[in-house]
C-alpha cells in the first residue's frame, strides 16, 4: 500500500513536468536529457527538502492530528490543481510564466534548453512540489523512496510530455485535473487512516 502512495503522490506531483514538456513540444523546443536529469535532481531534492521539513513539524504533533491535518493539505493543494484546469483560458494565457512559456526560459532561441537555461525552471517545478511534499509527509510516506520516485516520474514525464506536444496540438487540462483528483484521493485516504 505504500508503495501505491508514493507512486500516486509522484505522478501527481509531477503533471506540471508533463505540461511543461508538453508546452514545449507545442513550441518546438526541445528540453535534452542533461536537462530533463538536472530538472528531475532538483525536483527530487526540493521534494525531499519538503518532506524533512515537514516531517520534522508535523513530528511535533500527534501522529492522527498530523495525518488529518496532511490529508487536509493535500485535498486543498488537490482541488486548487482542479480549479486551475477548469479556469477560463484567457486568464491563463495573459499570466504566461517560465514553466509554460519556452521563450523565457530558451534565450538563446536555440530550440533547445540547456542544462544552464534549466535550472530556473528546474527551481519553479521545485517550488511547485513543495506543498505536496510537506502534505506527503505528515502522511507518514517516506521521503527517501518518495524523493526518488519523483525524480523517475519527472524525468520520463518531461520526455513524454515533450514528444506527445510535438504530436498534438491542444493543452493537457484534464492530465491537472486527473492530478487534482489523484492528490485528492492521498488526502482522503491520509484522513481515513488516522
Not at 521534494?47 to 491535518?69: E, K, S, V, Y
Not at 504566461?96 to 523565457?104: L, S, V, Y
Not at 486527473?178 to 485528492?184: A, K, Y
Request: net charge positive; with cysteine.
Amino acid at each position: 500500500m505504500v508503495w501505491l502512495s508514493v507512486l500516486t503522490f509522484a505522478l501527481a506531483a509531477n503533471i506540471d513536468n508533463l505540461a511543461v514538456g508538453f508546452s514545449y513540444g507545442l513550441k518546438h523546443v526541445r528540453i535534452p536529457a542533461a536537462s530533463s536529469a538536472l530538472i528531475a535532481a532538483l525536483t527530487g531534492a526540493g521534494t525531499f527538502a519538503a518532506m524533512a521539513a515537514g516531517g520534522w513539524l508535523f513530528g511535533l504533533l500527534p501522529p492522527a492530528l498530523c495525518q488529518t491535518l496532511g490529508g487536509l493539505l493535500l485535498i486543498g493543494l488537490g482541488a486548487a490543481s482542479i480549479f486551475k484546469a477548469l479556469r477560463d483560458n484567457k486568464k491563463e494565457e495573459k499570466s504566461a510564466d517560465m514553466i509554460h512559456d519556452p521563450a523565457r526560459v530558451d534565450r538563446d532561441r536555440s530550440g533547445r534548453v540547456e542544462p544552464k537555461e534549466a535550472f530556473l525552471l528546474a527551481w519553479a517545478l521545485s517550488l511547485n512540489n513543495m506543498g505536496l511534499g510537506a502534505g506527503a509527509a505528515a502522511l507518514a510516506l517516506p521521503a527517501a523512496a518518495s524523493s526518488l520516485v519523483t525524480a523517475g516520474v519527472s524525468f520520463l514525464f518531461i520526455a513524454a510530455g515533450g514528444f506527445l506536444g510535438r504530436r498534438m496540438p491542444g493543452r493537457p487540462r484534464l492530465a491537472f485535473a486527473l492530478s487534482g483528483l489523484c492528490v485528492i484521493a492521498l488526502g482522503v485516504a491520509g484522513i481515513v487512516r488516522a
